[in-house]
């Protein structure tokens, strides 16, 4: 074991945080902050992170050149900002290197996210611990016919999801029933999200406000971090397909001190309880999916790593220092608690390419930055550098988040930055928090 993790809490930490989008961007801008940070790093990072740290061509699927890294830059803590890493079982690599151990390591055994990695473990996870769930029935390539069959026994709207990991787009909500066995039949026969939707899980209908909440645990306690509400379809007033996420906003004035109460007493405390009860190893972020029936929260979802654009929401209101609260997971020292939270709100706003969730154009410059950034923070996305001109790389290009006294004067931040900004095709929602307003 190397010297310096003797020291952790005596001598400022070096972290790696692994990922390239809006949500790593948060992070990073939150961890930048720290009085308890020495050296940033972020693998692989975009032009906006070179910001709060330094990017580093490290490939987290290249294990071997992540080790030398970890061990020749005194890496003290590994942060996992996307779901891939996790389900394909980097935090047990980590742990099962005699030389990597002792590095903090914040994110769950490929075991523990299974609870994001596979939909029907999820599922079948809440049910065995009594964890409030829209009822369900999971069905395989093999049982397509009886997955048709089974669609017109059940009343609409119809929920399908693909089973694993499918970039956030795997949700489908249908009206009609013949819409609904079309789609069954292109996710379960056409494999139209790849391995994801070899298993396809029909799950009942739930109406109410969906609100998500996150969670930093060391696998024992936990603790709360602000709340948040995204907004996924592409077109406004929810219309159109599933985005990887069109803006979010916090807080969400449903979650008050009683629903907060039920949050922990039911679905948080019996989540982590499960996870321990099944032997299913978990340092790191709970994100928990959930809506509000009738006043009874429900989960529609876990994820093991933070959502995005939720981060850039909860990341700008989160009222204390955010590395002190990561290390204590590692360590396993956390106690419940609700992490301080600043009264003021935040509204993210996302601008995506012309396009997307289809195919879209890259390489087109931006332009407005500095004007923007002087009414809200811009964390970048999508974004890449072409002869030192900051260019579009993605589908989700910036997360332009607004912070102020109330959710209108935050919004009106966040649109006001938005206009500033231009690039070909450009494309946002308009009604981000009008819901909430």
Known sequence: MALWHFMLNFALMNILLIGSGGRESAIAWSLSQSPELGELFIAPGNPGTLAYGNNVSVDWRQFVAMKDFCMNNRIDMVIVGPEEP???GLGDQFAADEDLASILFIGPSAKGAQLEGSKDFAKYFMMQHNIPTAAYRTFNANELEAAVDYLATVDGPYVLKADGLAAGKGVVILDTLAEAQQEMRSMLGDAKFGAASSRVVVEEFLAGMEFSVFAVTDGKSAVILPEAKDYKRIGEGDQGPNTGGMGAVSPVP???????????????????????????PYKGFLFFGLIDVEGEAMVIEYNCRMGDPETEVVMARLDEDFLPILRDAGNGKLTN??????KQSAATVMMVSEGYPGSYPKGLPILGLDQASEHAIVFQAGTTLKDEELCTAGGRVLCVTGVGDDMASALGKAYQAVASITFDGANHRKDIGQDIL
């Open 86 to 88: 996790l389900c394909k």
């Open 254 to 280: 449903l979650f008050d001190e009683a629903m907060q109460k039920q949050v922990m007493s039911r679905i948080i405390e019996p989540t982590i309880e499960g996870l321990a009860k099944d032997g299913l």
């Open 337 to 342: 608690r609700v992490a301080r939270q600043s």
